[in-house]
């Protein structure tokens, strides 16, 4: 299957994307809202709820936003590169975790994105009263995998 027809058919199939996907399907979080399918060997996240999906795009959106100067980036209308991705997703979800849950080591997998939004939405009312200094140190200090040498 050619990139642009997986697309049509993600597209299609995924009406209720998932905006954390990228970070379920490396296995750094879960998340109780999450559905996995499959396309053509390929697997996608859907999510089961319009309303956790409206909360995590605004989280998302939130973070990016906030995370810019930590990212090195003006543009806030394009797609972010995949690594820069995974560092909003994962170290921004382990920032929420860390200012949610200060005395509780933050773990090296998010087990509930919706869970951990729900109870920043319980502790600060809104995602955006929510303390972003610290979820930004966490965002710059997280670092994916690094590229492996390549033998000659």
């Not at 998340?31 to 390929?42: D, K, L, P, V, Y």
Request: proline fraction near 5%; aromatic fraction near 6%.
């Amino acid at each position: 299957m050619d990139n642009e027809a997986f697309r049509r058919t993600y597209r299609a199939i995924n009406e209720r994307f998932c905006p954390f996907e990228k970070s379920i399907l490396t296995n750094h979080c879960g998340c109780s809202r999450a559905r996995r399918f499959c396309i053509a060997e390929r697997e996608g996240i859907n999510c089961g709820s319009d309303a956790a999906q409206a909360r995590c795009r605004e989280l998302l959106e939130l973070l990016r936003r906030q995370a810019r100067f930590a990212l090195k980036t003006r543009d806030e209308q394009t797609a972010l590169p995949h690594a820069k991705a995974m560092r909003v997703q994962v170290g921004g979800l382990r920032g929420l975790h860390a200012v949610i849950k200060p005395d509780a080591p933050v773990p090296g997998t998010i087990e509930d994105i919706d869970g951990i939004i729900e109870a920043a939405l319980d502790r600060y009312h809104t995602l955006a009263a929510l303390p972003y200094q610290p979820i930004i140190r966490r965002i710059a200090a997280y670092q994916g995998r690094k590229r492996s040498r390549r033998l000659r």
